[in-house]
């Protein structure tokens, strides 16, 4: 199982950028939980949000709703993180992860530890 992330760069504030994560491999896509994290210098990784099987339910952190969405295409392996009004502060290497659903009616965790594959990352920057 492979998942690459992909769509970070060098975006001004007050920007908007769309990362993608494609899942290749032995995958069972649409039975996974795929989650967003991202880890700046110096910090722990956090999580940012989650999204269910079909995409019938997500889970963000607070701070960041409106803000960020989440989305997937199961036809395409492939799940979305559009971000806007980005500041300096969402300077991260942002990560991809899935997680396998175990047992019929498993919640959506924004914990690092129960995500079972993840992506390489890709760094955002933005600049001021």
């Known amino acids: 199982v492979q998942l690459q992330a992909s769509g970070g760069g060098l975006v001004r504030a007050g920007g908007s950028v769309r990362l993608s994560c494609a899942a290749s491999?032995?995958?069972?896509?649409?039975?996974?939980?795929m989650g967003w994290f991202r880890q700046a210098p110096g910090k722990e990784r956090e999580f940012l949000a989650a999204?269910?099987?079909?995409?019938?339910?997500?889970l963000y952190e607070e701070s960041l709703k409106g803000r960020f969405t989440i989305s997937r295409d199961d036809g395409k392996n492939t799940v979305y993180l559009q971000m806007g009004s980005l500041t300096p502060e969402d300077t991260a290497v942002y990560f991809c992860?899935?997680?396998?659903?175990?047992?019929?009616?498993?919640?959506?965790?924004?914990?690092?530890?129960?995500?079972?594959?993840w992506g390489q990352g890709t760094l955002v920057t933005v600049s001021s």
């Open positions: 999204i269910g099987l079909g995409g019938r339910s997500t």
């Open positions: 992860a899935a997680d396998r659903v175990r047992a019929i009616g498993q919640s959506i965790s924004d914990k690092a530890d129960e995500y079972d594959y």
């Open positions: 491999g032995r995958t069972f896509f649409s039975s996974w939980i």
